[in-house]
């Protein structure tokens, strides 16, 4: 095949073939973002798996490959590294990207395989470790969403902090969704007397000591779990069996989202460890109160708009539920703090700083 044109920038679109979560949905947004933009350089060009449901795009031209079909690793190491390697600039949104090629800008989302590779299975693990490895001896411009993220992964992949840039992602794709007045009376709720959790099924998210610290609290509202398992990724997660009301939801729609974000109680999300938090973010915007694990990124992140618990402590979490139930003016004071401190978390505004980023990499 002919090499690409100089100033010819590949979206790598394995990631419409897979199931959204924070990954996927940064991915997403980034993509709309840069379609969106008027002062796109050169040519730009989606590179997908036959058979994904994309958004209308108008200036990113859509180009689709039938094979090898699936759209997994296999279509990414062949089909994209091709891409690659003809000269085109290759932008992997979404962590994974192809082994063999040229020039390449690769989001790292987090150092969680690195830091409790226990959580995932351990092909994944290792896969990815050699992945990340690979991105940064390969020279690939690197990205990551948070200070934390840097400074974990620069750790781990022997690379001064510099090599990796932080770049925020955006929070306002559930700005123009209308809400449900329908749903909460659907799942049996109440407004402002249930709690919201969005994650996936990972070790990391904390779950289990979350459903144990629900079953300790006083007051007994509902616990609504938005996020499903991944078994080929992610290890058991050890979740018990809880007497408590959980109500439990594999995904959502974005009008179920926010619906369920601008109703409750409070946003909790006692992670581990976190790259970023785009649920927080969400919910924070959507004028959700937030209930933090104080580890990973959430801090750095959430500021002053989360109350922060210990999350290896289920008495701290369960003393935390505790307090947003019984004081209006703590919740108020989050969910005015939150407003304010997503203000600019827009995907157009991380877009520019991706496009300004790649101006000063020479890649623009």
């Known amino acids: 095949m002919a090499p690409e044109p100089l100033g010819h920038y590949i979206i790598n679109g394995r990631f419409g073939t897979q199931r959204t979560t924070g990954v996927q949905r940064v991915a997403r947004g980034l ?89 995932y299975r351990p092909a994944f693990a290792r896969w990815y470790r050699a992945l990340f490895w690979r991105r940064a001896v390969r020279g690939d411009v690197l990205i990551t969403p948070s200070e934390h993220a840097r400074q974990r992964l620069a750790l781990h992949l022997e690379v001064p902090p510099s090599r990796l840039h932080v770049l925020g992602h955006g929070a306002d794709h559930l700005d123009r969704i209308a809400t449900d007045p329908t749903l909460l009376q659907r799942l049996g709720l109440l ?67 926010k619906t369920l974000m601008t109703q409750a109680r409070a946003l909790l999300i006692p992670s581990l460890e976190e790259g970023f938090g785009l649920p927080a973010v969400e919910a924070m915007r959507a004028g959700c109160a937030v209930l933090a694990g104080r580890a990973g990124a959430l801090p750095e992140v959430c500021g002053d708009a989360a109350l922060f618990v210990d999350p290896l402590s289920e008495s701290a979490i369960a003393e935390g539920l505790s307090c947003l139930a019984r004081d209006d003016e703590l919740v108020d004071r989050l969910r005015s703090a939150g407003r304010q401190r997503t203000v600019g978390c827009t995907w157009q505004g991380a877009a520019q700083n991706l496009l300004e980023l790649l101006r000063g990499e020479a890649l623009a």
């Not at 000591?209 to 992610?234: C, E, I, N």
């Open 191 to 257: 407004p402002g007397r249930y709690w919201l959790c969005v994650a996936s099924h990972n070790p990391t998210k904390n779950l289990a000591r979350l459903l144990r610290a629900h079953a300790r609290a006083g007051d007994r509202w509902p616990l609504v779990l938005v996020g499903a398992s991944h078994p080929l990724v992610f290890a058991v997660a050890g979740e018990q069996a809880s007497n408590t009301d959980v109500r439990r939801l594999e995904q959502a729609t974005d009008t179920e989202l």
């Open 31 to 119: 993509l709309q973002a840069l379609d969106a933009s008027a002062a796109l350089p050169g040519t730009w060009s989606l590179l997908s798996p036959a058979g994904v449901d994309w958004p209308p795009l108008a200036r990113i031209r859509l180009a689709c490959r039938h094979f090898p079909p699936g759209g997994g690793h296999l279509w990414e190491q062949t089909v994209v590294a091709a891409a690659a390697g003809r000269g085109a600039c290759v932008l992997n949104l979404a962590g994974s990207g192809p082994w063999l090629g040229g020039r390449q800008v690769s989001w790292l989302h987090d150092a969680a395989v690195f830091d409790h590779p226990q959580a």
